[in-house]
């Protein structure tokens, strides 16, 4: 079975740093990552997402991520974070349970990223 | 608008009173899944379900049902709530295997 590591559970940085948010899975054969973001009192919102080809994956509010398969990671990047970037961020990978049948989303236990002025 | 409902988003309730938390898409997604979130353990997979009448346990289905009578709704019920199923519960739904998760607004559940 899948399983997801996300290395740090609380990442403070201050305001225009960057950041990077480590994310390691524990298989590398035909993987599908996302990451996703939740607000606090929201949902979980997907940020990005690697399915194939370029390693280097662009998401939205100008997060990054770069698939690494020897490394078996995938690290969420910003270069310079705002003070509405605090959120939770979960990375999660997609596991087929069944071949030609159902699988899931395994999630990481989410690192909580706080943007200090 | 494309969304997930799910209702309600927060209850109160008392140990063994059966509850239901309702969860509607409105997207035509095949793929539903109910997940429970808690302090440093990340979501967990409760149920999920591929379609219409299928549906499967996920990791953590103790003291949960689930039924898809209808493609677009996919309600979560507690037969005999207990204290450790107090949670912030979402459901979430897609389209197919490479697709991304839209998930609800969360319903936070208190059982006391």
């Known amino acids: 079975a899948q399983s997801v590591t996300q290395l740090d559970s609380q990442v403070p940085v201050f305001e225009e740093a960057p950041v990077e948010l480590r994310c390691n899975y524990s298989?590398?054969?035909?993987?599908?990552l996302f990451w996703y973001v939740q607000y606090p009192n929201q949902g979980l919102q997907l940020l990005l997402k690697?399915?194939?080809?370029?390693?280097l994956v662009k998401g939205i509010n100008g997060f990054e991520a770069e698939f690494n398969k020897s490394q078996t990671s995938f690290h969420l990047r910003k270069p310079s974070v705002h003070i509405s970037d605090t959120a939770e961020y979960f990375c999660?990978?997609?596991?087929?349970?069944?071949?030609?049948?159902?699988?899931?989303?395994?999630f990481g236990k989410g690192t909580k990223l706080t943007v200090n002025p | 608008e494309a969304q997930v409902t799910q209702n309600p988003r927060y209850l109160i309730t008392v140990t063994g009173k059966k509850l239901t938390v309702t969860c509607s898409q409105n997207?035509?997604?095949?793929?539903m899944s109910w997940y429970r979130q808690d302090p440093g353990l990340g979501l967990r997979q409760i149920y999920y379900?591929?379609?219409?009448?299928?549906?499967d346990k996920g990791d953590v289905p103790e003291g949960y049902k689930v039924s898809r009578k209808e493609k677009r709704n996919f309600p979560l019920i507690l037969e005999s709530p207990s204290p450790n199923q107090t949670s912030l519960y979402f459901c979430?739904?897609?389209?197919?295997?490479?697709?991304?998760?839209?998930f609800g607004q969360g319903t936070r559940l208190t059982v006391v």
């Open positions: 979430a739904s897609r389209l197919g295997t490479v697709t991304e998760a839209f």
């Open positions: 298989s590398s054969v035909s993987v599908y």
């Open positions: 690697y399915l194939s080809g370029s390693t």
């Open positions: 999660a990978v997609r596991e087929r349970l069944t071949q030609g049948g159902s699988e899931k989303l395994v």
């Open positions: 997207m035509n997604h095949e793929y």
């Open positions: 379900s591929m379609n219409v009448e299928v549906t």
